[in-house]
């Protein structure tokens, strides 16, 4: 989980908790004034069960006697209370600690686990986030459109541009949902406007409503952060964020591989980040205009060993969508 977001959760949950406290406090203390028998009802039902309970035991009679006796009494008391808030124009649970999830008690936990709202609230908050960085509301699996790729089989490929992105389609869609710590490694290749970013933020929409955290960000932006970190600067603290975000989120989607400058410390800042991830077993997805062959001269042959052997590459191909849109005329 982001710690970040998850202390948020917990920082408002725990702000939540304290404010219906405080409002539970001032009805009570209005009530009291207005009721005073509600205020003597409350005072026997919080001493009850000790009471009754020494009182047995003193007294060497039946305990669980005396707790039937107690739970009966204490019934009635509670009905009596009932009735007194109703015959004053208020609800019978008027003066009830109602929490928003009766199971955690707005805690975000029973016991030691997570309960389901904190988990419901993360996710909601990671794709919240994703929103500021990625067009997620108009770019999903259900507005991904075929029809832009040319059913004309190419030549040297022997299949065509739309049934290679059927295929294409069918394996993210089946990555994004059934996305785990196990998933493979995904190397998306081809030349540019051919729905490589599109599909990956479809894939990080996805997989952040399933309550997993997703780093996306441009090759060229990641080389800036580790850039600050190492040199400092002003943005030095915002930066760090950024580095640990991409080393340790769940999912991180690195968009435009080979748009940055070719530098040695680009070589090795993309080698320690691919190799860090691939050593904790934390899924990645590359995005890249460049071809397989290219990897080696444009980097290293340890990053092309990489992302050659440990990512299943998926090959776009075809005419640009931007120029088709463009033009406004679909291909055959």
């Known amino acids: 989980m982001d710690r970040k977001i998850l202390s948020e959760l917990l920082r408002e949950m725990e702000a939540k908790r304290e404010n219906r406290a405080r409002k539970l406090a001032e009805r009570r203390r209005a009530v009291y004034d207005q009721i005073p028998r509600v205020r003597r009802i409350d005072d026997i039902l919080r001493g009850t069960a000790a009471s009754v309970l020494r009182a047995a035991l003193e007294s060497g009679g039946d305990p669980e006697a005396a707790i039937a006796q107690m739970r009966e009494q204490n019934l009635a008391l ?46 909601h908050r990671l ?33 065509s541009p ?87 989120a ?15 410390f680009a070589t090795s800042v993309f080698y320690a980040l691919i190799n860090t991830r691939l050593m904790a077993h934390r899924p990645m997805i590359v995005n890249t205009n460049l071809q397989p062959s290219e990897f080696e001269k444009r ?10 052997g440990e990512f299943t590459p998926l090959r776009f191909f075809g005419d640009d969508i931007r120029q088709i849109k463009r033009r406004g005329n679909l291909p055959r």
């Open 250 to 264: 769940g999912l991180l989607i690195l968009d435009d591989l080979g748009t940055e400058l070719t530098t040695a």
């Open 78 to 123: 509670q009905r009596e209370r009932t009735e007194l808030l109703r015959s004053h124009g208020l609800p019978g649970n008027y003066l009830d600690d109602v929490p928003d999830c009766p199971l955690c008690g707005d805690t975000g936990y029973i016991g030691t686990t997570s309960c389901q709202c904190l988990k419901d609230q993360y996710a």
């Open 162 to 248: 739309r049934e290679n992105m059927e295929a294409n389609l069918r394996l993210c869609v089946a990555y994004a949902r059934h996305f785990g710590a196990q998933s493979p490694n995904l190397l998306l290749f081809g030349s540019a406007g051919l729905g490589k970013t599109f599909l990956s933020t479809c894939i990080a929409k996805t997989v952040s409503e399933a309550g997993v955290s997703v780093a996306y960000d441009t090759a060229i932006h990641v080389l800036g952060c580790y850039e600050a970190l190492k040199f400092g600067g002003a943005d030095a603290g915002i930066a760090q964020d950024a580095v640990r975000k991409y080393e340790h």
């Open 299 to 308: 980097y290293s042959a340890a990053v092309a060993s990489r992302l050659l």
């Open 127 to 159: 794709t919240e986030h994703l929103s500021t960085i990625l067009p997620i509301r108009d770019q999903n699996f259900e507005s991904f459109r075929l029809d832009y790729y040319s059913s004309v089989p190419d030549s040297r490929l022997g299949i």
